[in-house]
């Protein structure tokens, strides 16, 4: 898509700005000794586009460890940063710098979706210092693949960012070396049947060639039913604009929490989604 000269202006600016803020916060986490990983927008615009402009976001996401949190949360009051969403249970914590909002991750995209944590992720994490002018944790590629994964599952690929579906495309092709490497780490996290979802969506309504050699290569189903009903589920919602609001944007997220391939957490994320549910209802903060 062809974006015009003034737009490409507007979005080298926000991402001279966005560079700014990750300074600033990856140095305030360095003060009480906490490490950070960027994802997504700001980083992917350069690792998988061939300029910065190609690829727009409006904020910044960056992951850290669960057990982190509270010390990230001291630096950033410390600081004044207006302190916009914290909640201890989702692991978020939202805040803004120059008036560009930042996002903390401490979940892997949504708590019991997976095995996989942001500590894993970091631990597979390397140094990198040639992407900005200063050094940045640059996770996994298959980690950072898994999380836009995690992404699109948890917000029942109806509401999904629009720019996932090229992420995740070009993603692909880069890792191609690596399908079976990827597909058994995906196995391990318990979490096959959110990647098989995720690629036969890439494959069917998204037209995409390389996802389809990759279904190709992925076991056979073991959970029919779930994929067939989050099937129709898309299909039904993905033109509704209250699809967020409504019931049956509440439906897509409770199939979401019956992804993992793991009945114990299947569980639990459905416990905890309704309950946070009731809790909303009740005019509570769900924490």
Known sequence: MTVSEGEQVRRLLFDTVAVSVLRKVI???ASVGVTVAPVKGVVLSRWLYDDVSDRPY????????REDLPRMLAAVDARGWPIEVHSA?????????????VEIHAEFGRRDLSRLTIADL??????????????????????????LVANVTKKAFTYANAHQPADLNRFIERLRPRWGELIERARAAR????????TVW????RGSAPFGELLRTMPAWRRRLLPAVIGWQRRRDRRRPDRLASASGLFGLVLATQTPDDVRLRGRGLVRLLRRGVARRLGRDPG
Do not use: C, K, Q, S
């Open 191 to 198: 979490f096959l049947t959110a990647l098989r979802n995720v």
């Open 89 to 101: 249970e989702m692991g978020n914590l939202e805040f803004t710098v120059d008036r560009l909002m």
């Open 202 to 205: 890439m494959a069917e309504e």
């Open 27 to 29: 140095d305030a986490a």
């Open 122 to 147: 970091l631990a597979r994490a390397t140094v990198d210092d040639r992407t900005f002018p200063f050094e940045v944790r640059r996770i996994d590629d298959i980690d950072h693949f898994l999380l």
């Open 58 to 65: 409006r904020d910044l996401d960056i992951l850290i460890a």
